[in-house]
């Protein structure tokens, strides 16, 4: 399993910016995805997650609204458009894999995050 | 302020036993499987335990997970300066998302 984020980079408060997982190693449409972030010195939080087939996502408070999970099936991407960003949003951004299709609390692979800075 | 509370730090000597407590409510651990991560500062996460007490395929049965009524626990035996490591629970809510404790920095003396 390999998954590999870009995407991430500096933007101003009130910005947007997309993220974006490939996936290697597994068949993607079998298993649940997710975004966790982990601020600088800080935890990890749970960001959004989508399920297997993409009918299906669910966002933490901190990003209903302004972020969008997504999933392209025949690509191994996974996505994730965040709009409206402000200055607590800036982290180190993961994807993670469920451990199967509608799994996001058991997350079995990680990669290594992409860094979201929002600043003026 | 996590959802799920542990405490900020545990320490314990080489071979020796420590436990890791996370408390949650009816919302999250209640009802819902625990899973456990170790994270080595500068790496990913790594998933320890899932489902309240199984172990990934490569994690040894020094570590452990248990769970009872709205709290779970973490217990690592044998202690190695390797385990040297911020741990973190994680739970789905009902608000429809996942929650993550706080987590736990542990220090092996």
């Not at chain 1, 984020?5 to 996936?23: D, F, H, K």
């Not at chain 1, 995050?113 to 929002?118: C, D, E, I």
């Not at chain 2, 080489?14 to 407590?21: A, L």
């Amino acid at each position: 399993v390999q998954l590999l984020e870009s995407g991430g980079g500096l933007v101003q408060p009130g910005g947007s910016l997309r993220l974006s997982c490939a996936a290697s190693g597994f068949t993607f449409s079998n298993y649940a995805m997710s975004w966790v972030r982990q601020a600088p010195g800080k935890g990890l939080e749970w960001v959004s997650g989508i399920i297997g087939s993409g009918v299906d996502a669910h966002y933490a408070g901190s990003a209903k609204g302004r972020f969008t999970i997504s999933r392209d099936n025949s690509k191994n991407t996974l996505s994730l458009q965040m709009s409206g960003l402000r200055a607590e949003d800036t982290a180190l951004y993961y994807c993670a894999k469920g451990s199967f299709s509608g799994s996001f609390n058991e997350l079995d692979s990680w990669g290594q995050g992409t860094l979201v800075t929002v600043s003026s | 302020q996590s959802v799920l509370t542990q405490p900020p730090s545990v320490s314990a000597a080489p071979g020796q036993k420590v436990t890791v407590s996370c408390s949650g409510s009816s919302s999250n651990i209640g009802n819902n499987y625990v899973s456990w991560y170790q994270q080595v500062p500068g790496t990913a996460p790594k998933l320890l335990i899932y489902e309240n007490n199984k172990r990934p395929s490569g994690i040894p049965d020094r570590f452990s997970g248990s769970k009872s009524g709205t709290s779970a626990t973490l217990g690592i035996t044998g202690l190695q300066t390797g385990d040297e490591a911020d741990y973190y629970c994680a739970s789905w809510d009902s608000s429809l998302s996942d929650v993550f404790g706080g987590g736990t920095k542990l220090t092996v003396l």
